[in-house]
């Protein structure tokens, strides 16, 4: 297992069945700390093929550079992460994508997440993939017609996908709530038990330059349908949103960029996707940008 350590106490995970251990007993001095976040999610391009409605990602051409990238997860990897999420834009258009990801798999103890749409899966990509991904998120915002209506995508074909990605993959759904949505909930789930979904994340729809985001009404919705929800399928909910839910935080003490930081498709390190602060990473590398960010954050 991987160890990390922190001001909560020693952190152990094992990537290839996704369990943590944390030793809270245990009180590390401050000096040895991991440097590195704990998860760091990697938009590898902007380019997508979709055009939802309430997409966040930016719409100018970027991607990171292979060879960059993995001296990057080098470096996240000898200082405490324990994950890289992979996504965009979208991560399979990325045309190096095995090879970021076996070099994760191979060279380093990082678990690879990758979050995509869903539908350039095949069984040539999956061979691809198959041993050099942990998990994949697969977003699913809707079903039936309100998936055919925001995704522009046949609901049937992503059912397909879903079947082909479960197969090889352990997964789970990713879907955002808005007022579009949000009467769909029900059905997700049900989506998710039936294809063997191990996770339904609900992420409320954050504001951007085109979208609102979510409204009053619509989050006390799906709260009332969180805490009704019986299960099978585990509940997760973006980090951060805990109005009027009562969600579990395991590492309390480790917040902010020591938590979690995203780099996106033109190499700058920021608190999160939605943020507008950032550090551009040089060649001095990730983790003294991260360092900048952190006495920005500070500041
Ligand atoms: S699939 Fe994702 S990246 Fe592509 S347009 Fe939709 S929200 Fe944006």
């Not at 090879?99 to 380093?108: F, K, S, Y």
């Not at 198959?130 to 079903?143: E, K, L, P, Q, W």
């Not at 085109?210 to 919705?221: C, E, K, L, M």
């Not at 040089?282 to 920005?296: M, S, Y």
Request: glycine share 10%; proline share 4%.
């Amino acid at each position: 297992m991987k160890r990390r350590f922190g001001p909560d106490g020693v952190h152990l995970f094992d990537r290839s069945t996704g369990l943590n251990m944390l030793i809270d007993e245990v009180r590390i001095p401050r000096h040895q700390w991991s440097a590195a976040p704990r998860q760091v999610s990697i938009a590898l391009t902007n380019t997508c093929d979709l055009a939802c409605s309430y997409c966040y990602a930016p719409k100018h051409r970027a991607q990171l550079s292979t060879p960059q990238l993995c001296h990057w997860m080098d470096e996240l990897d000898g200082a405490g992460c324990l994950g890289v999420g992979f996504g965009g834009g979208e991560p399979t258009l990325y045309g190096r994508l095995a090879d970021v990801c076996a070099h994760a798999a191979e060279r380093t103890q990082l678990a690879v997440t990758l979050t995509t749409h869903g539908h350039r899966w095949d069984a040539e990509l999956i061979a691809r993939l198959r041993g050099a991904v942990h998990f994949v998120r697969v977003s699913v915002d809707g079903v039936g017609a309100t998936y055919e209506r925001l995704r522009r995508r046949s609901f049937e074909t992503l059912r397909e996908r879903l079947e082909l990605i479960g197969s090889s993959f352990a997964f789970g759904l990713n879907c955002v709530v808005n007022a579009d949505t949000v009467d769909d909930l029900t059905a997700v789930a049900e989506l998710a038990a039936w294809h063997g979904a191990a996770e339904l994340l609900l992420l409320p729809e954050s504001p951007t330059v085109r979208t609102t985001g979510i409204t009053a009404r619509v989050a006390a919705q799906m709260e009332e349908w969180v805490l009704a929800y019986p299960g099978p399928v585990r509940l997760a909910i973006s980090e951060g949103w805990t109005a009027g839910l009562t969600v579990a935080i395991p590492l309390p003490r480790e917040a902010g960029t020591r938590s979690y930081a995203h780099v996106d498709a033109t190499g700058t390190v920021r608190p999160s996707s939605y943020s507008t602060a950032g550090q551009a990473i040089g060649a001095d590398g990730i983790l003294a940008a991260l360092e900048r960010l952190a006495a920005q954050e500070s500041a």
